[in-house]
């Protein structure tokens, strides 16, 4: 097979996406996808694969709705290098998408992945050394471009990570969401296009999402919800003529004739 010719061909294809693809013809085109490179499912992190790889890649992002003006290749990051792909709304940076373009990245997971949500930590043990290295560098990019989350890949595993953790937590204590491996038959193509298609970013679902999924309640509200269970203020009829006399007063002393009182009465 003449591969000039193919990855031409794959360019070319990837260009008559269009961007208000439904769901459901965005779908097809992901079983186009898995069909066309099955035969390479075991190897697209190998280095001989680099090129295969990001044309996967690629294809998935169009799939999703970005368009390639949209999807910046090797946007360059002043501390960090270049970026793989950033990808944008508006001129925004939405999405940092590491994809390791040369050389050999992370490969499967040793581990079997049968959920959607894990820590960072989780799946740095999950998957072999390189995926340490990855996730490092996608946390400069987002670092340096105040991007907040992360999309690994390496062709074949797709998985999202917050990369700028909240007060009090680490990057590795964060839960992301595993999409799973596009040649699998488990893979979870509707929540990928739930979080990560552009009309998705353009909606914050994956911000909201992450968030939630993330949220750690403050101790006074742990506190009241699971303790105090139902709150109720003590009130008797008195209150009532204070509520009247305050209103009275304070919508009285900010007349232009009352400016002695006003500043009698401000507090510092």
Avoid at 52 to 78: H, M, Q, S
């Amino acid at each position: 097979m003449n591969i000039e010719i193919s990855v031409t061909d794959q360019k070319f294809s990837i260009l008559l996406l269009g961007l208000n693809m439904s769901r459901e013809k965005a779908f097809e085109k992901f079983k186009e996808v898995q069909e066309r490179y099955i035969a390479r499912k075991d190897t697209l992190f190998e280095a001989n694969e680099a090129e295969c790889r990001l044309l996967v890649i690629d294809e998935i992002l169009n799939i999703l709705g970005w368009n390639k003006e949209e999807f910046t290749p090797e946007a360059y990051c002043r501390t960090a290098g270049y970026a793989d792909y950033i990808l944008s709304t508006e001129r925004t940076p939405r999405l940092v998408v590491e994809a390791k373009k040369i050389g050999v990245t992370f490969g499967l997971p040793k581990n079997s992945l049968t959920l959607n949500e894990y820590t960072v930590a989780y799946l740095k043990k999950a998957f072999n050394k390189k995926i340490s290295e990855v996730l490092d560098q996608a946390q400069r990019y987002c670092v340096e471009k105040a991007v907040q989350y992360a999309l690994i890949t390496n062709g074949a595993e797709w998985f999202v990570c917050p990369m700028l953790p909240k007060a009090g937590k680490t990057t590795d204590s964060m839960k992301g969401v595993y999409f799973g491996n596009i040649f699998g038959d488990e893979f979870s193509f509707d929540l990928m296009y739930n979080l990560i298609s552009r009309e998705s970013t353009e909606k914050n679902n994956l911000d909201s999402y992450l968030s939630e999924l993330n949220h750690v309640p403050s101790e006074v509200c742990y506190m009241l919800k699971d303790h105090v269970h139902d709150f109720i203020w003590d009130s008797n009829k008195d209150n009532q003529w204070i509520d009247d006399f305050y209103e009275n007063f304070f919508s009285q002393i900010t007349e232009k004739n009352q400016r002695k009182m006003l500043e009698h009465c401000f507090c510092q």
